[in-house]
């Protein structure tokens, strides 16, 4: 049998996930949704292997601690799938719906997303470093302790996630938009967050909060954003005028 197999009928030109176009749509708006056929076949149980394309199907199975080089997702669903600490050299997904996954300890260290959402997943401690995303939702996943470090994106969405010690280091995320999501000592130092919509989110205890130059928040994160701020600037906040041990005291 070839390295490679195709699922599903002969596949149609779609374009390249690779060649990222910033003017193919403004970067600030909300995330394409996917395209996903509703006839999909089930995909046949093979493990994963380099490779591996699934198109037009719909995977379930377990994948668990599953090890390979390049896989391809392209228009299908994964549905119930578990995929705890796999590990994929390539990934390549467009038009995939991630619905109700286990990918906690996932590894995928060269990934680009196109048009993929993700829906009530567990991907605790997942490791996606240098991703490149666009058009990308999350929506009600557990990203606890992911590694997002230097990824780049366009259109990203995290919806009522939680993303508590999340490491976006580096990470270029333009107009991100974390709606209600749980961002406690989430780390962001050199992140590039321009036009990033934070309402909703817990603030108080983010790191590198000095990357926030150019964020949208609600009122209500004014106070506790404001202090992280000063606190990654070396600002004291003192309503003593004198210092201690001032002469003139």
């Given at each position: 049998m070839?390295?490679?197999?195709l699922?599903?009928r002969?596949?149609?030109s779609?374009p390249?996930?690779d060649?990222?176009?910033?003017m193919?749509?403004?970067?600030g708006?909300?995330?394409?949704?996917?395209?996903?056929?509703p006839?999909l076949a089930d995909?046949?149980?093979?493990?994963?292997?380099?490779?591996?394309?699934w198109y037009?199907v719909?995977v379930r199975?377990?994948?668990s601690g599953?090890?390979a080089g390049t896989?391809?997702?392209?228009?299908?669903?994964?549905?119930g799938?578990?995929?705890v600490g796999?590990?994929?050299?390539?990934?390549?997904?467009t038009?995939?719906?991630?619905?109700?996954c286990d990918?906690?300890?996932a590894v995928?260290?060269d990934?680009?997303l196109?048009?993929v959402?993700?829906?009530?997943?567990?991907?605790?401690?997942l490791v996606?470093?240098g991703a490149?995303?666009?058009d990308?939702r999350?929506?009600?996943?557990?990203?606890?302790?992911a590694?997002?470090?230097?990824?780049?994106?366009e259109?990203?969405?995290f919806?009522?996630?939680i993303?508590?010690t999340?490491d976006?280091?580096?990470a270029?995320?333009?107009?991100?938009?974390?709606s209600s999501?749980?961002?406690?000592?989430?780390?962001f130092?050199?992140?590039?967050?321009r036009?990033?919509r934070?309402h909703?989110?817990t603030?108080?205890d983010?790191l590198?909060?000095?990357?926030?130059?150019g964020?949208?928040v609600?009122?209500e994160q004014v106070?506790?954003?404001?202090?992280r701020?000063f606190a990654a600037?070396?600002?004291?906040?003192d309503?003593d005028p004198?210092?201690v041990?001032?002469?003139?005291?």
């Open positions: 070839p390295p490679e197999r699922y599903r002969e596949r149609r779609v390249a996930p060649s990222f176009d910033p193919a749509k403004p970067v708006e909300a995330p394409t949704r996917p395209q996903v056929p006839d995909a046949p149980g093979d493990p994963l292997a380099d490779g591996l394309e037009q719909c199975g377990d994948f599953q090890v896989v391809e997702v392209s228009e299908s669903l994964v549905m799938a578990r995929l796999v590990e994929v050299g390539r990934l390549r997904m038009d995939t719906v991630v619905d109700d990918l906690s300890g995928v260290m990934a680009v196109t048009r959402e993700f829906r009530n997943c567990r991907m605790s401690g996606a470093a490149r995303l666009r990308v999350f929506v009600e996943c557990k990203l606890d302790d590694n997002f470090r230097m990824t780049t994106s259109r990203v969405e919806d009522r996630t993303l508590r999340a976006f280091y580096a270029k995320l333009p107009s991100v938009r974390f999501c749980d961002l406690d000592f989430a780390q130092s050199k992140a590039d967050l036009g990033a934070l909703g989110s603030l108080a983010v590198g909060a000095d990357s926030f130059a964020v949208v609600e009122t106070l506790p954003l404001a202090l701020v600037l070396g600002i004291t906040v309503d004198l210092d041990g001032d002469p003139g005291r």
